[in-house]
């Protein structure tokens, strides 16, 4: 339970109250009777939890969204995917440890798999460049999407990005190029095709691998054209602003669903996923076979067609 | 702004700035820092003698790549107006009428259809003078529009990009145009009809990461500014300057992104010949 220490700002109220429950616990040893108390203060934090999540907005979001122990492409690998084999590189020009994947099974099905990963130690977020891909990590999302449609897999895609990384190698090789090309091999491949986004949707580095049939979003995850910081420091020259610009910009899953962007929410535990990532990967593993389930129904050219229908259609049916 | 105005009040600053000549009757060329006539540059197609090449719009694109600058516009359908009611400073609502008064045009794109050296074309052309150019439901249904026409009509497509990257004021809705021009992109190709595109400057963000980057053929104009991410950005990630002309259309030729750098009175030339060999033009010869 040690994870679920480290609380956020808003959390304050929780926080305050599982240190009281702390207390009392280490009172337990000197034949004080505290148990009912105790009891009392979890129901309370539970409510509270409950009712604090029910109602955070946009900037709460984005920070849950982030927190550093929410389950990452890793986790819903090791938890989700039976059989792995990692895949590595681009066969252009090199691996890249910011967007990962591989062969394997999902509840049996098998699958090709993919997804951004941020690390979750120092060590492993330099290792992942924070979850920020250089152009090899597109180009080997390409790479993997045609190896699925060569084979008629399914591909499951987890995006969880601050966005490509603006390095100077990445725009010497072609970041835009490499952008463009996943994004038109997802559209058109003729493969099943799934994302979650789990965690930050940023961007053209998000959008690179969710061209999906099925777009889904964590109830608290982000998605977005541009991270708040940089939407406030552009429009009011102060990145400080990015909780005004987080909820101008309408980044949270429910307000993308109301205007047709995605296609499902799947729920997280009470206080979100980084307080019960078991329950959570589990939750996201059911939905995704669901939906590959219902997707196997249709012939390949037929899931082409209706997943190029669907993103033309977004913003069209606003018109009113 | 110079160090005068810095210093003085308000009142006095106006009586240094000069009011007695026009705006914009010699522009400084950022090249060559000489000052040009503005009454010579549509002589030059705004090309300063240094070979700068000046941003333009629709209405001079036009009249510089079609024979005698005829050509049918195509309209371009209407798009829901500021889905998510955003604000700044301004409202959306209220910058978009600035730049609507402004440039004369709805939003960024604009269409014509016309002849290249007979070669009927359908041109795009991408306006930065209108909020950056920027990347919007608009700007989305604009390219999809030009596409279907040119799949319809069996017709090539050209655009001359230039924006800023997405407009932000319409969020995720903005992002998803990306997916969007490609699927057009994919019934092109489908078509196989042609689709060039011609980079202007400055192309960035997500614009490149789309359309602007997925042409059979990339041409670009020199000097113009083509990238994901803004030198701005990359400087304040490595935390160190960028060497001269990084990002720019020579860089992109070098590093294997673009064809050709044309200069824009070789454009209508190098166009009229690209089509005429991809849509197996009939020649005299």
Known sequence: MSFARTYLNFERPIAELDSKIETLLELKDEAVDVSAEIAQLREKSVEQLTQLYQKIGPWEKTQVARHPLRPHFTDYRKGLITDFTPLAGDRKFGEDHALMGGLGRLGGRPVVVMGHEKGDTTEKRLIHNFGMSNPEGYRKAVRLMELAERFDLPVVSFVDTAGAFPGR???????????????????????????????????????AIATADSVLMLEHSIYSVISPEGCASILWRDGARAKDAAKAMKITAQDLKSFGVIDGIIEEPIGGAHRDRADMISRVGERIGAELDRLAQLPPAERVKLRKEKFLNIGRSLLG | MNWLSKLAPPGVKNIFTKKDTPDNLWIKCPKSGEMVFSADLPSMLHVTPAGHHMRIGPELRF????????????PIPAVALDPLKFRDDKKYTDRLKAARTKTGDDDVMSIGVGNIHGNQTVVLVQNFAFMGGSLGMAAGEGFITAANYAVDHNLPLIIFTAAGGARMQEGALSLMQMPRTTIAVQALRDASLPYIVVLCDPTTGGVTASYAMLGDIHLAEPGALICFAGPRVIEETIREKLPQGFQ???????KGMVDRVVARKDMRETLANILSVLMKTQTAA
């Open chain 1, 169 to 207: 190698g990445a725009e010497e090789r072609g970041q835009a190029e490499a952008i463009a090309r996943s994004i038109d091999k997802g559209l058109s491949i003729t493969s099943a095709f799934v994302s979650v986004i789990s965690g930050e949707g940023g961007s053209g580095g998000a959008i």
């Open chain 2, 63 to 74: 009249q510089y790549t079609f024979d005698d600058g005829e050509y049918t516009a195509v």
């Open chain 2, 248 to 254: 720019r259309a020579e860089f992109l030729e070098e």
